[in-house]
């Protein structure tokens, strides 16, 4: 997501088992399948959905339950955990407060199931029978998703629908069990496994529909269209949707790309988007999905990053909408593709996203920004934030792994792990040859496209090149570096 404002010793097989499970090590392992049938009713403000869900146990251990993560249900009225911050909540918030939930009504094969976790944001569902290793089940969840007004990652925004993270998505496993995601206001409290997807989605034939997946089959009845699409290996899928959309596109090496905007477009930002794939596709490693739609839309930040999808808010200056276009473009590899944990390394894939965006515009200095003049900016607010919190609390907290419940807000949040992660690959990058850095980099994509990478794993991308550089992480992660 675009925002508008460690250990010296690195022990990587002991950290990647928390999150690789052995089957990413298998290339005929299973993936897990969610087949997703929703309809969307614009009068009520609601989605209607059946998940057929099956699950593929491609771990050494054996599971009596499952847990899923109901985001939708952090927008209703009573949530214990805001999905907003007083400090964005009017930008979000455009018709006054307005709230949302998701409600599970039924679950299919299994002996029981409940809500609960930490904020009724987790689905607990009872198996039959217990699922050895290599094993698989298939349960379907019947839902509502009801949608508050509200510029966000899943509601009625200005200009359009976004439904991101508009299904009960299976938590992520762990060696301490299934990973829960308490949706905090800060960052982007996500946290999964690939699978593979295929929605049926039906919606007013008035809405163009922009989703993840590439459409395979679509048909038209009683005001009504109803499409199929498809997407594999994928840690999310997300669809946006408006009566105003425009829509340009470009076929890049075999990819179909397109810019959805509310308005007229001047072509930049369809531009910016095939030219950033094309980049980092060269520069990190292939983009594996068919097709990639970049969606204008209300947004209370400026993107918001998706497999082969991404919302751009709408109303920014054109500048500033090619810089996040460029930025979550980024994210396609840097937790699209490699995973991380967002919940408590928030910088891992912020700070990459930031920094291959910087190495782009470099590289395609037409656009106007340069490197150095990217640096500079996000030391000058990195030095503005610790002298603020300095004068304030009288110490500033500079760790950066961190769950993103323990930021004070966004601006904290930003400048850890946007600014001071930009800073700290810069900084790394000057030890290395720029040939080192981007190999470093290659690398990592090639060890965990697919997979979760423990923070770990990307520290020893850049410590295998045989450079001493743990001393360098260690003094940014854990704060002891002075900026």
């Known amino acids: 997501m675009k925002k508008l404002i460690c250990l010296a010793t690195v022990i990587i097989t002991a950290f990647a088992a928390v999150f690789v499970c052995s089957c990413a090590k298998k290339e005929t392992a299973q993936r897990s399948e969610y087949d ?15 998940e057929l869900f099956t699950f593929y146990n491609c771990y050494d251990n054996e599971f009596t339950q499952l847990k899923f993560n109901l985001y939708g249900n952090a927008f209703r009225e009573g949530a214990k955990i805001k999905p907003v911050s007083d400090s964005i909540k009017q930008r979000a918030y455009y018709a006054g407060e307005s709230y949302g939930s998701l409600t599970v009504s039924a679950v299919e094969n299994c002996s029981g199931w409940s809500v609960d976790g ?14 050895y290793p290599g094993q698989s089940v298939q349960i379907a969840i019947d839902y509502t998703l009801a949608l ?16 991101g ?33 295929k929605v049926t989605f039906d919606a007013p034939e008035s809405f163009v529909v922009a989703a993840s997946g590439r459409e395979e089959s679509a048909s038209a009845a009683d005001g009504r269209r109803k499409a199929q699409y498809s997407l594999t290996n994928a840690r999310d899928f997300a669809i946006v949707l408006s009566e105003d959309f425009t829509v340009d596109s470009r076929v890049e090496n075999g990819v179909e ?19 950033s794939l094309e980049y980092f596709g060269e520069t990190f490693g292939k983009y594996i999905y068919p097709t990639y739609s970049v969606v204008e839309t209300g947004f209370c930040y400026g993107g918001m990053e998706y497999p082969a999808l991404s919302m751009i808010a709408s109303g920014q200056q054109a500048q500033d909408t090619v810089y996040t276009v460029a930025h979550e473009t980024a994210h396609q590899w840097w937790w699209g ?6 919940l408590d390394c928030g910088w891992q894939d912020e700070g990459l996203a930031e920094y291959s965006t910087l190495m782009f515009f470099e590289n395609n200095p037409d656009y106007g920004y340069t490197r150095a003049a990217i640096v500079d900016g996000a030391t000058r607010a990195y030095r503005a934030f610790f002298s603020v919190y300095s004068q304030l609390n009288g110490s500033v907290n500079t760790t950066m792994n961190r769950s993103l419940g323990e930021y004070s807000g966004e601006f904290e949040y930003a400048n850890i792990a946007y600014n001071k992660a930009l800073i700290m690959f810069d900084f790394l990058r000057k ?49 002891k570096i002075l900026i």
């Open 36 to 50: 997703i049938t929703a309809a969307y009713d614009a009068e009520t403000r609601e989605l209607t959905g059946r």
């Open 118 to 131: 930490e904020d009724e944001n987790i689905l607990t569902v009872v198996l039959l029978e217990t699922v």
């Open 148 to 163: 508050a007004k509200i510029n966000h990652r899943t509601g009625v925004a200005q200009g359009a629908v976004n439904l």
């Open 165 to 197: 993270n508009f299904y009960p998505q299976l938590c992520a496993y762990t060696s301490g069990g299934f990973l829960e995601c308490p949706y905090y206001p800060c960052g982007d409290p996500f946290v999964s496994e690939c699978a593979d997807y």
């Open 257 to 275: 790309i397109k810019y959805y905007s509310l308005g007229e477009s001047d072509g930049s930002g369809l531009k910016a988007a095939a030219e």
């Open 337 to 342: 593709m490699v995973g991380s944990n967002q």
């Open 431 to 479: 030890s290395l040859s720029d040939e080192e850095f981007t190999g470093c980099l290659k690398n990592y994509f090639d060890k965990y496209s697919g997979k979760i990478a423990p923070y770990e794993g990307l520290i020893a991308a850049f410590t295998s090149c045989g450079k001493d550089l743990e001393g360098l992480f260690s003094s940014f992660i854990e704060g």
